[in-house]
C-alpha cells in the first residue's frame, strides 16, 4: 500500500473538508442509526492492523457496524459524538489521506487480484501507487468531485468491469507493445475503448485527463459525463492529445472482454505455485467488529497480513497457502461469512433500507434475508429502497424497487433499456418475488 502522512486535524472534526454529502473519514455524515464515517483504502487493501483498529473504534465509538462499500472501501455506521475520538485512531493507523483537502479524491479502483491474478496483463500496484500519490499531492485535484472515480484494469480474470468511471484504463497489448486503453464515462465491460497509450504513460494519461477535465468543467459538471454532453469525447480526446508526450494509439473500437462471474467467492489458484486466495462473503456486505477481528487474525496467522476488499462488498484473503485453505474456510464460516457461491445470499445485496435511511421506502436488509431463504438457486439480486441506488453502483440482472414497507417493483436487466431495465411486474411481495423469479430461473434453463 502507498505511505500515507497523518493529515492535521480539522479545526472542528464535524466540519466537511470541502462541501460533499459524501461521508468521508474526516466527514462524518448523520443518517437515522448515528453518524456514518467512511475509511477509504488503497486499491482495496488494508493490513491486519488497520482492520483492527477499524473494528476497536467501530466497537467503542459506534454499535460496531461496518460495511464493504461496493467500491471496495469500509465504513463505519451508527458513529455517536465522539468524533475525534474515532477518527484519531484511524490517523495513527496510516489510514488518512496526506492532507485533509485530499481526503474524497483517493477514488481509484483495482481488482481485487490485482499482483495475484494468474491471467493478469499488468500488475497495477506500481502504477495504482504513484497515481494515488499524485491525487493526494496535487492542490488542485482537491477540487474534483468526491465521486470522481478511476479504474485500473490490469487484465485479470476476477475484476468488476461493470461499474461506471469517470476514467478507465485496461491493460493491452498492441503489436507487441503493453499499452493501457483507456474511456472515459463508461465502463470496460460496456463501452469501446477511445485510444490507448504505451503502458509508460499510464501515470501521464491519468494526470493529463484530470487536469484537462478541470480546465473545462463548470463547478455544476460534477462528473465526466455532464461535461461530455456539452464537449464531445472525441473532442475530449482530441485535445488531450495536445498534452501528452506521446501520441495516442488507435484501437479500433477495442473493447474488454468480459470476467467470469463469482471468482470472488470460494478459493481459487493465485499466479504464484502453491498459493491460493478466498474469497468471503459477510452477509448483504456487513461486518460486525468481531468478524473483521477474526478476518485479521486469520490473515496474521496463515496469509501475509492484509485483506484486500471488494466491488461485490465482500474481501479476498490474499497469499494463503494451497494446504491451508479448508482450515481457512471453515474458519470463515465459523465467523459468518460465506465461502459457497451456492449459498443464495452470498448474491443479495440490498441498501441500508428504511430501518436507518429516511428515504428507504422499505426494509431492505430484512426482505433480502427472506427472499434468499426463499430462493432454490443463486441469483444476482439487488434491493433498493429508493431510486438512488446507493448499494450498487452497476445494474443487477434484478432489481427490485421498493414501493412500500415490504412491496417491490421487479426490473429485469436489459441492454437498451436505461436504469435498472425493464419494469417486469409491480408491487410484489417478498414471496411473490421468490416464486417468480424461480419460475423465470426455470423457464430460461429447462427444456
Known sequence: MPAVNTPSFPESPKTAV????????????????????????????????????????????????IEATNRGNLQIRGVGAQHRELIEPLLAAGLGPATAASDDVRNLMLSPSAGIDPNRRLD??????RILASLEQTPRFSELSAKFAVQLDGGETLAMLEHPHDLWLSAIELEGQACLAFGLAGCPAHNPALAAVPEAQGHELVMAVLTLFLDLARPDQARMRHLLKEVPAQQFVQR????????????????????????????????????????????????????????????????????????????????????????????????????DAAQPLAHLIACTGSSACVK???????????????????????????????????????????????????YLRHAEQPGFGVLHERNLTIEAVSALLDAHQRSNTDD
Open 18 to 65: 470541502r462541501p460533499s454529502a459524501c461521508p468521508g473519514l474526516l466527514r462524518i455524515v448523520d443518517a437515522m442509526d448515528g453518524g456514518i464515517c467512511r475509511v477509504k483504502l488503497a486499491g482495496g487493501s488494508i493490513t491486519a492492523a488497520q482492520a483492527q483498529a477499524v473494528a476497536d473504534v467501530a466497537q467503542r465509538y459506534g454499535r460496531g457496524v
Open 124 to 129: 497495477t500496484w506500481p502504477l495504482a501507487r
Open 240 to 339: 488531450l492529445a495536445e498534452r501528452l508526450s506521446v501520441p495516442l494509439i488507435p484501437v479500433a473500437h477495442w473493447q474488454r472482454e468480459s470476467s467470469a462471474s463469482a471468482l470472488h467467492i470460494g478459493t481459487y489458484p493465485q499466479r504464484e505455485a502453491g498459493q491460493v486466495y478466498i474469497g468471503a462473503v459477510p452477509p448483504l456486505g456487513r461486518l460486525d467488529a468481531s468478524m473483521l477481528s477474526g478476518l485479521a487474525q486469520l490473515v496474521t496467522t496463515y496469509g501475509d497480513g492484509t485483506l484486500r476488499f471488494t466491488p461485490w462488498q465482500s474481501v479476498l484473503l490474499p497469499n494463503l497457502r494451497a494446504e491451508d485453505a479448508l482450515a481457512v474456510t471453515q474458519e470463515l464460516q465459523a465467523l459468518g461469512l460465506m465461502c
Open 360 to 410: 428507504g421506502l422499505a426494509d431492505t436488509k430484512q426482505d433480502a434475508l427472506q427472499l434468499a431463504s426463499q430462493l432454490t438457486r443463486p441469483l444476482s439480486v439487488h434491493l433498493s429502497g429508493c431510486g438512488r441506488s446507493c448499494a450498487a453502483a452497476h445494474v443487477a440482472p434484478v432489481t427490485l424497487l421498493a414501493v412500500a414497507p415490504g412491496h417491490y417493483d421487479l
